[in-house]
T-cell receptor, first 113, second 114 residues
Framework: GENVEQHPSTLSVQEGDSAVIKCTYSDSASNYFPWYKQELGKRPQLIIDIRSNVGEKKDQRIAVTLNKTAKHFSLHITETQPEDSAVYFCAAMGRTGGFKTIFGAGTRLFVKA | EAQVTQNPRYLITVTGKKLTVTCSQNMNHEYMSWYRQDPGLGLRQIYYSMNVEVTDKGDVPEGYKVSRKEKRNFPLILESPSPNQTSLYFC?????????????FGQGTRLTVV
């Protein structure tokens, strides 16, 4: 079936450094790629998304890049702050055989002050 | 306030006792989903619905049922719960009929089956 692989599973950075999380998807027909942040004990919340007709999108310290040929997309967080510590999930909206949403397994980001 | 509401938040039940987790959204969204979240596995979609009376299987539908009789409600039914269904469950809704817009999640339901 369709799947999304996410790496790394854990990431530890120093405050002020950049963090990069990478995802690869299998359904070449996927057209929507959101990123969600989940703080401890809370529900996931969207932080940024990108559609298949765009290669890059930026929102302040957060950016997402998409390489459709390689079926690869990445989340970039610059100038990390302790409040960025959370679990981050990538997802891909599949279009083959239905309209499922496939999530990656998550990346736990620690930002050390 | 725009929101997705799940009930109950916590539930402990015994193997085989039918249960229903309710989900309601007040945003007039077409697409609704149920996910289970397990450590190391991320969020896995159980079922989704693109509109009233339209439901389809996600990646892990075995042991679950859903219904979409009204646009706002999307209950998750476990006819005969088993311990491997112990998990954290999230309901979510999106405005696009294909689900390709921001998903708004409920508060989560922590289910324990003993």
């Amino acid at each position: 079936g369709e799947n999304v692989e996410q790496h790394p599973s854990t990431l530890s950075v120093q405050e002020g450094d950049s963090a990069v999380i990478k995802c690869t998807y299998s359904d070449s027909a996927s057209n929507y790629f959101p990123w969600y942040k989940q703080e401890l004990g809370k529900r996931p919340q969207l932080i940024i998304d990108i559609r298949s007709n765009v290669g890059e999108k930026k929102d302040q310290r957060i950016a997402v890049t998409l390489n459709k040929t390689a079926k690869h997309f990445s989340l970039h967080i610059t100038e990390t702050q302790p409040e960025d510590s959370a679990v981050y999930f990538c997802a891909a909206m599949g279009r083959t055989g239905g309209f499922k949403t496939i999530f990656g397994a998550g990346t736990r980001l620690f930002v050390k002050a | 306030e725009a929101q997705v509401t799940q009930n109950p938040r916590y539930l402990i039940t015994v193997t085989g006792k039918k249960l229903t987790v309710t989900c309601s959204q007040n945003m007039n969204h077409e697409y609704m989903s149920w996910y289970r979240q397990d450590p190391g596995l991320g969020l896995r979609q159980i079922y989704y619905s693109m509109n009233v009376e339209v439901t389809d299987k996600g990646d892990v539908p075995e042991g679950y049922k859903v219904s979409r009789k009204e646009k706002r409600n999307f209950p998750l039914i476990l006819e005969s719960p088993s311990p491997n269904q112990t998990s954290l469950y999230f309901c979510a809704s999106s405005s696009g009929v294909e689900g390709n817009t921001e998903a708004f999640f409920g508060q989560g339901t922590r289910l324990t089956v003993v």
